[in-house]
């Protein structure tokens, strides 16, 4: 058995390249640079939060499409497919990374106001950590997951350059929209999304004790997470 599986690896293939898209779209009313960011969360807290876990959650399922996609390369084209699995997801690492740092400037923003949240951002904004020696890794690895999708037969070429259109996404924190970032998520859902749909489409149909047995996970998963907000 594969992990993940079609199931879980063609929901993927869809939800996390839409996920983004959205997520990207909804920021692009706001300026780039992070103290614009800022005074937009201030002054419209709901659809930026909205905007940035919107994006967050396509960043997260993107681990598992890529590993299925990863899975199928590696097929025809082993070695491309390590190396692209593995610089993709370390990139998708250090974009959580961003996010997490984006959530606490937004907190920082609730509590201390835009001008010293923006100050405070500032002030730690060129410190070194273990990711700032990774950030080739948000861009590189998708150049490199397109050539190996082409290569291994997963993509054509056309697809395979809108995959790679995903490496032109600006990296960091606190960084809103432009042109090349709809380029890139409209590009990574043109590349990606027929792929999961056809990879759903050929799963076996879910028997009736499949779907039984999803009721009670879904709703204990769902009050687990609920806890997990209680600390």
Known sequence: MRFPNGWVGGAALVAGPV????????????PFFFPD????????????KAAYTTFLAGNVVMWAAVAHLVQRIGETRPRWADWAGVLVTVGLFERTFHAGVDQAAFTATAHLGVEQATELVAGGYGELHLFSFLSFTIMFGWFVLAVAAHLGGELGKVRSVALAAMGLLPLGVLKGTEVVSIIGTAGLCVALVP???????????????????VVPVVVGLGVLAVLSTLG
């Open 19 to 30: 996920l983004l898209l959205v997520g990207t779209l909804l920021r692009s009313p706001f």
């Open 37 to 48: 960011q800022l005074r937009a969360v201030a002054e419209h807290p709901v659809l930026m």
């Open 195 to 213: 792929l999961g749909v056809r990879v759903i489409s050929r799963q076996p149909r879910p028997t009736r004790r499949n779907v039984l047995t």
